[in-house]
Structures are given as structure tokens and as C-alpha cells.
């Protein structure tokens, strides 16, 4: 006996595949999960922004209760001592909230730029190196066009030791602060999130934004901290740590504000070795900026960059070399 199919009745409803035996309806993500969490966490975004809101804090915090706790008065000019005691408590409060978001995230402080088995090696002297060879030739340049003068010595005896260590102590603390603040953390953080060179170029915009505070300073001289700070960028990438960074920091700033002794972002530091001057257009010398707003300055980073990526043609820094060997963003790459 043949069998004859018959259709449904006209209404009966039809089956979803949520009504089907063993298909389950995906359940869209709860919205927490999507503004805040992500694949590994914390989006970078909010764990950057927690880190700039700890870190001010911790700045207001330090600049309130230092020039108390050092008996200063206001309006009373603090000894030399005392801006290597602020340095120090700015590094700290750079540092403190990165370690305590690195227990969240299961990583190191040294994952940051800073690892401390390449603590003060190869790569931190080639950048000292670098910093006072750049602002040799930067100097040098400018004498030959006839704009600046080195001057006889305005230190003598031990005053010379003296200085010369303690002004490259500072400069050494001063070259770990802002290069943790601006290139470590924030940097590998935001790398996360939107990419290296994207978060480089933010965080070098703000560094030279930063600078426009400084006493005496223009928009040259912040402009081409900025470009500086993009350069040190392109170290850190190559190199995968920050020791170069640091190292031309520290020793850029030390040769300008004591060696040469010459304005840094418009401050004449004290108990500075010789008695240099300027002499001719501001385009030339910088002014009151000094060297930093030179207009030879931007001639001096590019020739660096340029160098510089000849020397060190490879990414090595994790985040950036991850992207690069991940092999679907290399296929997307070659579309």
C-alpha cells in the first residue's frame, strides 16, 4: 500500500531552530562584556586609562606634599637636591600603578620596556653614545654657521666632579621616568589596542604637548620633542626594550643642560660647565628654547631615523613582532 505525504496544516506554525531538539539560539554577549572585556581581559583602552588616572593622582599627590615634607615655603626657591628628590618620586609614580596592573594582566614589570637582565647593557651605552654625539654635532653645526659660542668655564675644581655627577644622576632618573611614562607602559598597553605605530604617534603627540608647561618653551621646541620621542619610539621597536631610549635620554639632556650648558626646553640649569652663548636668528639658535628649537634640530632626528633604520632594520618588540608573524594578518597584508 503506497503511503501519500500530506502537507501541514495551513496554520501550523513553522519550527526556528531554536525550537528544533538539540539547536540552542546563540545568546548575544551581555554589553559589559563587549565595552569592557575582551579576548584577554580588561580591554587596553581601560586598562591604559587606569593607568593615566593612578599615575595623576599619585603626580598631584607627590607635587602637595614633597616641597612639605622637604619644609619648603611657598614662594621659596628650593636647593638643587630637592628636584632629585621629585624626580625620584615621579619615577615612583610611574612605576607603582604599572606593577600593580602587571599582577592583574600576569606579566612582568620588565614586559614593559625595561627588562632587567638588559638592565644598563649594549644597548643603553650605544644610546648614551648616540645622545651626546647628536647634540655635539647639533652644537657643532650651529658654531660653524657662526650662532653659537662655548665660552670659557663657569666651574672649576671639584664643583666640575661634583655637578657633572649629580646633574647626570638626575638626568639618568629623569631619562627612566619619562621614557616608562611615555613609552613603557602606555605604549605596550595602547600597542594592544590600536597598534604600535598608532599608539606611538598619540603618545608622542601628548609627550610633545607635555613639553609646551616648561617655562620658556615654544611650539618648536615642542614639536620637535615630539619628533624626539617618535625617534625613541622607532628605537624601542627595534630594539624591543627601552635601555637605548633611556640611555640617549639621560645623556641628550645631560650634554645640553651641563656639558654644554645651554637652555633645555627654555631652563638654564645651575652649576652648568661653561659660560656658552647664542648669537644670530632664532630659526638658527632656538632662542630662549635653545637647541630643541633650532630649526637644525628637525634635520638632526631625521638623519637619526634614517640611520638608525639601517642599523636596526628588524622589529624585535613583542607586540609588534606578534603581529607580524600572526599569520592572518600577513595573508591580509599580501591581499
Given amino acids: 500500500m503506497n503511503e501519500t505525504q500530506q502537507d501541514p496544516p495551513e496554520d501550523s506554525p513553522d519550527l526556528t531552530e531554536s525550537q528544533v531538539p538539540g539547536i540552542t539560539e546563540p545568546q548575544p554577549a551581555a554589553p559589559s562584556h563587549s565595552i569592557f572585556i575582551g579576548p584577554d581581559g580588561l580591554r587596553a583602552g581601560w586598562r591604559f ?77 650605544h644610546g648614551v653614545i648616540w645622545g651626546i654625539c647628536a647634540i655635539t654635532v647639533l652644537l657643532a653645526v650651529m658654531r660653524g654657521l657662526g650662532g653659537f659660542f662655548f665660552g670659557g668655564l663657569a666651574l672649576h675644581g671639584d664643583r666640575i666632579i661634583e655637578f657633572a655627577v649629580f646633574w647626570a644622576v638626575l638626568f639618568l632618573i629623569v631619562g627612566f621616568f619619562e621614557e616608562f611614562l611615555m613609552r613603557g607602559y602606555s605604549q605596550y598597553t595602547l600597542a594592544q589596542g590600536i597598534g604600535f605605530w598608532p599608539a606611538a604617534g598619540l603618545l608622542s603627540f601628548l609627550f610633545g604637548a607635555i613639553h609646551m608647561s616648561n617655562p620658556g618653551e615654544a611650539w618648536a621646541g615642542a614639536f620637535a620633542a615630539a619628533l624626539i620621542g617618535l625617534f625613541w619610539c622607532l628605537t624601542l621597536q627595534r630594539t624591543g626594550t627601552l635601555w637605548f631610549a633611556v640611555g640617549m635620554h639621560a645623556s641628550w639632556d645631560w650634554g645640553e643642560s651641563f656639558l654644554y650648558s645651554v637652555p633645555d626646553s627654555g631652563q638654564v640649569a645651575p652649576g652648568h660647565l661653561l659660560s656658552s652663548s647664542f648669537h644670530g636668528p632664532r630659526w638658527l639658535t632656538g632662542g630662549s628654547v635653545g637647541p630643541e628649537g633650532s630649526a637644525l634640530v628637525f634635520v638632526l632626528i631625521a638623519l637619526m631615523w634614517v640611520l638608525f633604520d639601517r642599523l636596526h632594520p628588524r622589529s624585535v618588540y613583542p607586540i609588534s613582532r606578534a603581529r607580524e608573524d600572526d599569520p592572518r594578518i600577513r595573508a591580509t597584508s599580501q591581499l
Fill in 49 to 125: 586609562a587606569a593607568y593615566v588616572i593612578s599615575v595623576i593622582c599619585l603626580l598631584l599627590l607627590i607635587s602637595a606634599v614633597t616641597p612639605r615634607l622637604m619644609h619648603l615655603q611657598r614662594h621659596q626657591t628650593p636647593p638643587l637636591w630637592f628636584f632629585l628628590v621629585r624626580e625620584v618620586g615621579l619615577l615612583i609614580a610611574a612605576v607603582a600603578p604599572a606593577w600593580i596592573l602587571s599582577r592583574y594582566e600576569n606579566r612582568k614589570l620588565g614586559d614593559y620596556g625595561l627588562p632587567s637582565r638588559s638592565a644598563f647593557s649594549r644597548n643603553f651605552w
